[in-house]
Structure formats: C-alpha cells, structure tokens
Antibody, heavy 121, light 107 residues
Framework: QVQLVESGGGVVQPGRSLRLSCAASGFTFVSYAMHWVRQAPGKGLEWVAVVSSDGLNKSYADSVKGRFAISRDNSKSTLSLQMNSLRPEDTSIYYC??????????????WGQGTLVTVSS | DIQMTQSPSSLSASVGDRVTITCQASQDITDYLNWYQQKPGNAPRLLIYDTSILQTGVPSRFSGSGSGTHFTFTIATLQPEDVATYYCQQYDNLPLTFGGGTKVEIK
C-alpha cells in the first residue's frame, strides 16, 4: 500500500539546521509532486514547500523561503527538507504528502505520520 | 495569498444530526477546494477534492458543494467516529492555504 514515513525530527537550538527525510513506497514516486506541510502544536495546517516530479521546480511558503530547501531523490524514492536558520516559530509536526492536481497545485493524499521538530534553547 | 475562512471554529452536535461547515475564500478559486479530516493524534486524511468529489473509501454521508468563494462541507448523519477537526484547502494559487479548521464534537 502507499506509505510515507518521515524521519529526522528532534530538538534543535535556534539558528541551527536539521534535515528531514520522507521514505515513499507502494507507488511510482517519480510520477508525483511531493509536498511538506507543517502543524504547530495545537494549531492548524500550513503548507511549506513543493517539488515537482522531476525535481526541477520548487516553491516555498514565504515563512521559510531562503531558509528551507526541498529536494528529492527519485532513485531512492526519498523526499528531503533541509531546514537552516531555524526559529522557535518553526516548531511543528512536519508531514510529507503526495501531491495530486495541476503541477504544484492540488490536494494531498496520503500524508505521512509526521515528525516533530522542536526549536528551543 | 488567498485567505480561507472557515466557520464555525467548533461545533457540538448529536449523533444522527446533519452538520454543515462553511469555507469562504478571499477571492474566486473556481472549484479548486479540498477537505481533510484530522482525528486527534493522527495525520490529516483527504475526504473531498475539487469541491465535491469524494475520495475513494470515504463514506457517502460526507459531501461538499460550492464554487467561486463560498463552499460547504456536510456530514449528513453525524457518527461517533466523525469526531475530528476538518480543514478546507485551496489550490487555485500558490501558496496553498488552509482554513483554520472546525472541531466537531459529539453532544
């Protein structure tokens, strides 16, 4: 079955970096755009970034632009999120999700179980 | 950015009741509107895409309608397992944006 499994979360100090990974299985990874969506504790959902199926096109939320970098390795069916210059407001559960729709725009299905990132000194 | 305003932010209803949630977009998004269900401690789950298309495996008591800037999500007969927070999401433009969520509880 289609499965997305995130890893790499943890506690990190402000200003430091962290790299998240998402291992995909059960579908043809190279055929889909992939997204990161986050959720601060007790809060709503915030879209973070998208990468096209070929990895060439990327878009970011303004809140992370210039600090986060999304990438993918289609040979390994893996999605990544490099997070630099982390801030306390980046504290969230980070979900990876498969994208459907029109290029980078569409809906998310399924979602991984999420990985918690806590930015604190 | 397109702002998505959901209402109410929470509601309490009895089993068997009809529940309606609305989602208002700050500009015309045609029918580029999706709905998700998030149960406590779980990842969100896609229920409806393109305003009214039910995702495979989703019970038929869930439905969606609307166009332009005003959208509606309905649970025809509320069940105990429907306790969750529901989110709308637009994909007319990047950045993709979500409504603030509606928490549904059983009275």
């Amino acid at each position: 079955q289609v499965q997305l499994v995130e890893s790499g979360g943890g506690v990190v100090q402000p200003g430091r970096s962290l790299r998240l990974s998402c291992a995909a299985s059960g579908f043809t990874f190279v055929s889909y755009a992939m997204h990161w969506v986050r959720q601060a504790p007790g809060k709503g959902l915030e879209w973070v970034a998208v990468v096209s199926s070929d990895g060439l096109n990327k878009s970011y939320a303004d809140s992370v632009k210039g600090r986060f970098a999304i990438s993918r390795d289609n040979s390994k069916s893996t999605l990544s999120l490099q997070m630099n210059s982390l801030r306390p407001e980046d504290t969230s559960i980070y979900y990876c999700a498969r994208g459907f729709g029109i290029d980078a725009r569409g809906w998310f299905d399924p979602w991984g179980q999420g990985t918690l990132v806590t930015v604190s000194s | 950015d397109i702002q998505m305003t959901q209402s109410p932010s929470s509601l309490s209803a009895s089993v068997g009741d009809r529940v309606t949630i609305t989602c208002q977009a700050s500009q015309d998004i045609t029918d580029y509107l999706n709905w998700y269900q998030q149960k406590p401690g779980n990842a969100p789950r896609l229920l409806i895409y393109d305003t009214s298309i039910l995702q495979t495996g989703v019970p038929s008591r869930f439905s969606g309608s609307g166009s332009g800037t005003h959208f509606t999500f309905t649970i025809a007969t509320l069940q105990p397992e429907d306790v969750a927070t529901y989110y709308c999401q637009q994909y007319d433009n990047l950045p993709l944006t979500f409504g603030g969520g509606t928490k549904v509880e059983i009275k």
